[in-house]
């Protein structure tokens, strides 16, 4: 099992940044990916941002060149900095883990971006 807890979400006016936080516990050792998906009200969820074991990343078109994600091995913990921020990328944002074939999920944390 894998427990991740978010941190870092807020309101924040657009043009902004943010940075979110996902630390992770467990059988951490399990983890292929971490990454970062998104909830708007009335809306799938989305990826955002993956980065793989070997530091290997992916984007959403929506936030390439704006949003990047990063981890750190030695805390077990991921980032996702946010920079010129828009209203649309207001949703709930989850920290999510790949450990083989097992998506593990944090419990969200809401991201405001008012215009």
């Known amino acids: 099992q894998v427990h991740l807890v978010e941190s870092g979400g807020g309101l924040v006016q657009a043009g902004g940044s943010l940075r979110l936080s996902c630390a992770a516990s467990g059988s951490v050792f399990s983890i292929n990916a971490m990454g970062w998906y998104r909830q708007a009200p009335g809306k799938q969820r989305e990826l955002v941002a993956r980065?793989?074991?070997?530091?290997?990343?992916n984007y959403a078109d929506s936030v390439k060149g704006r949003f990047t994600i990063s981890r750190d091995n030695a805390k077990n913990t991921v980032y996702l900095q946010m920079n010129s921020l828009k209203p649309e990328d207001t949703a709930v944002y989850y920290c999510?883990?790949?450990?083989?074939?097992?998506?593990?999920w944090g419990q969200g944390t809401q991201l405001t971006v008012s215009s």
């Open positions: 980065i793989t074991s070997a530091s290997s990343t």
């Open positions: 999510n883990a790949i450990g083989g074939n097992v998506y593990y």
